[in-house]
């Protein structure tokens, strides 16, 4: 498909508008006040210079151009032939008919007495006599006999270097067109050579050459050998992004309404920047029947989008059978991030074409954005959170809630941090005292939420704290460790929001929202997901670490972990968790 490289009206101007105003100027009226002169009429006709830019238009609004040009050509070589024909019974008319059939000029038969009531006869025998005449100028075969006067030869030689000329340049686009149809085919079975040239060199297995056999197959019958990566790489980047968010609207949409929405609260404009963001990285791959796309045991690398196509999903120890896949469908995003052990096979049922995301552009991809590098880091903070509070053996439903929890409060965090920072500023500007606090001279003016320490043993601490060297009491070293704990805590949300350069727009909408434990764990149950290599609800796989003091070494002591020993889930429908290497328990 041909594409417009400039403006419309400066390529009007430039090539056709001088015709079309020679051809909407009344000449013959205007010299038909004076004299009658009937080939001024002609200059009507001059606007058919621009029928070649006309054909040049609707070749670009389709793809396929070499049957199109096929029919212009039929269509232009007609059309001379039948101008042709006008141009001898003009001639005729003026020069007289001939008395005999077998002359030069027409018989006088042809003469039509009545033109305004002429017979069909006499119309239908006038123009096969001229078509009969152009013919054999055109093809150059039929009898045609001599002219009788030396205008009439003139006019017959000029007519027969005219027919040669479009004769010589239809044959050499015929040639053409048929050479380009047959190119694609040419090149295609010039690599095929290459290729089994290639194996027969290395000697491969009778399995990698039946392999390659049918993905060429395959390319030829579903693509006629186009690679279409190539094409799009070609294009301008918008129109490619148009092209590829065209045919992957589908499960692009599905993709992003699931994992981005619950997420981004600054309205339609930065889903879909964000949505254009990852339509730029997509890569167009194509697979033939009985195609292993991704393996059970492999490490993930890529997600994809299923443009054509029907696969299956297998998986030896989280489904009983298998699951299809079809248009509109996605699969491998479970633990893309995180770069987990795949724990399902799926393979092609019929020739696929899909779109990959590998894992390194989606990061790309969430970085560039400011709601989905909070929403990334809030999600690095519950999980370093959970990790910290050496949650014990619990169900699902528990670690749904412990996740929520850790999230909510994570949230509430960033919210006071956020809070605190406009009331100094705020103040700051009424008393007109300097400039407002950063970001990160929010420590002497945020306190610590009263999950993780109470507050009262810090004040208390710095109250009673002598100005001499004194023995410390185990409760004032517990203290001094609660206020270390709080300060890093502050520190940590402050360099979050630093990092961001800020809190995204519609925050407040969010914190009201998300403001219970079930709300928080919903809206980021799937970017957890994709960025954690394991199950996050899969206490054993994420969870597990060596017996902290304080706990017996029995209770410490846990089953190493593998694919086979994660219990079969609804939740687990994508890639298993990853293995993760057992530690060995702490001595008391």
Request: proline share 4%; with cysteine; net charge negative.
């Amino acid at each position: 498909m041909e594409l417009y490289d400039q403006k419309l009206r400066s390529v009007y101007k430039k090539e056709r508008m001088v015709w079309d105003i020679l051809a909407a100027i009344p000449f013959y009226d205007l010299v038909s006040l004076f004299s009658y002169i009937k080939w001024l009429k002609l200059l009507r006709c001059i606007k058919i210079l621009n029928i070649l830019n006309y054909l040049d238009e609707l070749n670009r609004r389709g793809v396929a151009n070499d049957v199109k040009r096929f029919w212009h050509v039929w269509l232009l070589y007609l059309l001379m032939m039948y101008w042709t024909a006008c141009a001898y019974l003009a001639v005729a008319t003026m020069a007289g008919f001939g008395t005999q059939w077998d002359s030069w000029l027409p018989s006088e038969e042809l003469n039509i007495s009545d033109p305004q009531n002429p017979s069909a006869t006499q119309l239908s025998r006038r123009f096969l006599r001229g078509l009969f005449f152009a013919t054999t100028m055109f093809v150059k075969k039929g009898y045609n006999p001599d002219p009788d006067t030396a205008s009439l030869y003139a006019f017959h030689i000029a007519i027969s270097f005219t027919g040669l000329i479009v004769m010589s340049f239809v044959i050499g686009e015929l040639a053409s067109l048929f050479i380009s149809f047959i190119g694609l085919e040419v090149g295609f079975r010039k690599n095929h050579i290459a290729v089994e040239l290639y194996m027969a060199r290395l000697r491969v297995s009778e399995h990698i050459r039946s392999r390659t056999y049918a993905f060429m197959t395959s390319l030829w019958s579903s693509h006629a050998g186009v690679n279409y990566e190539e094409l799009l790489e070609e294009m301008p980047q918008h129109i490619r992004a148009a092209c590829v968010l065209h045919v992957s609207k589908k499960p692009l949409e599905w993709f992003v309404m699931k994992v981005v929405t619950p997420v981004c609260w600054e309205g339609d404009e930065s889903i879909d920047a964000l949505t254009l963001s990852v339509t730029n990285c997509l890569q167009f791959e194509t697979y033939p029947r009985d195609e292993n796309v991704v393996t059970e045991g492999s490490i993930v690398r890529a997600m994809y989008f299923v443009i054509k196509g029907h696969l299956t999903m297998r998986s030896r120890s989280l489904m009983h059978r298998p699951l299809g896949l079809r248009d509109g469908s996605y699969f491998g995003e479970r633990g893309l991030l995180g770069c987990t052990i795949s724990a399902y096979t799926v393979r092609t049922a019929r020739a696929c074409d899909l779109l990959s995301l590998s894992s390194e552009a989606f990061a790309q991809v969430l970085q560039k954005h400011s709601f989905t590098r909070l929403a990334l880091k809030l999600c690095e903070r519950a999980y370093k959170h959970l990790k910290e509070q050496h949650i014990t053996t619990c169900s699902k439903r528990d670690m749904e809630e412990h996740w929520g929890a850790a999230l909510l409060l994570i949230l509430q965090e960033i919210k006071s941090c956020h809070l605190s920072a406009e009331e100094a500023a705020s103040a700051t500007e009424k008393n007109g005292t300097g400039k407002p606090p950063i970001v990160g001279d929010l420590n002497a003016t945020f306190t610590a939420v009263s999950s993780f320490l109470p507050v009262e043993p810090v004040a208390d601490l710095k109250k009673e704290a002598p100005a001499t060297e004194t023995q410390i009491l185990p409760e004032q070293e517990s203290s001094e460790d609660i206020a270390t704990a709080a300060t890093e805590e502050i520190e940590e949300t402050s360099n979050i929001i630093k990092e961001l350069g800020g809190i995204p727009a519609n925050m407040g909408e969010m914190f009201d929202a998300l403001n219970t434990a079930r709300t928080c764990f919903e809206a980021f149950a799937p970017l957890l997901h994709i960025l954690l290599a394991t199950d996050p609800l899969d206490w054993k796989a994420s969870f597990w670490v060596c017996a902290p003091r304080g706990i017996n070494h029995s209770e410490g002591q846990t089953a190493s972990v593998s694919i086979e020993s994660v219990p079969k889930s609804a939740h687990c429908n994508q890639s298993g968790p990853l293995p993760t290497k057992q530690a060995a328990p702490v001595e008391q």
